[in-house]
């Protein structure tokens, strides 16, 4: 797998920002995520886009993070808070999400950030399963969905 920066509006992460936002409107018939995100957000230093593309040039898993301050949404300092993870459906159990899960969390310690942390839902329990084997505990819940009972939130220390 070879994992490659590139810009939140590069096409293939629009492209596979497009796939994952189906997928959660397929799970929770809301739409997609509603969280504002904008290109801005991922970039150095204050972030990062990563996409992993396979052999043949495809893109084939995606995952990002931006920095997040003590706010009214419940972040602390030092936070980087990680948005986008996916793998399209053909390359799911080969472990790229768990590869992209550690460039990502490298990323943001090199960048100085404390702390990674997510939100998820309780209809992704593969994600939820990656993270809880990966070291991430629950934690307060941030961010948009933090007020909805399928939310779930985690932490770790980086």
């Given at each position: 797998m070879n994992i490659q920066r590139v810009p939140f509006d590069h096409?293939?992460?629009?492209?596979?920002?497009?796939?994952?936002?189906?997928?959660?409107?397929?799970r929770y018939g809301d739409g997609g995520d509603a969280t504002a995100l904008d290109a801005a957000h991922f970039e150095p230093p204050k972030g990062v886009y990563l996409?992993?593309?396979?052999?043949?040039?495809?893109?084939?898993?995606?995952?990002?993070?931006?920095?997040?301050?003590?706010?009214?949404?419940?972040?602390?300092?030092?936070?980087?808070e990680l948005k986008r993870m996916f793998v399209i459906d053909a390359m799911r159990g080969r472990g790229l999400a768990r590869r992209m899960l550690a460039a990502l969390e490298d990323d943001a310690r090199a960048a100085g950030r404390v702390r990674m942390v997510l939100e998820t839902g309780t209809k992704q329990p593969e994600a939820i399963a990656?993270?809880?084997?990966?070291?991430?505990?629950?934690?307060?819940?941030?961010g948009y969905y933090r007020e909805y009972e399928s939310s779930r939130c985690y932490a770790k220390p980086l």
């Open positions: 096409p293939d992460a629009v492209r596979l920002n497009d796939q994952v936002q189906a997928e959660y409107h397929l996409i992993a593309y396979d052999e043949d040039g495809r893109a084939v898993a995606t995952g990002g993070w931006r920095s997040q301050d003590a706010n009214g949404e419940g972040h602390e300092d030092g936070d980087a990656l993270y809880a084997s990966s070291g991430y505990e629950p934690c307060v819940k941030f």
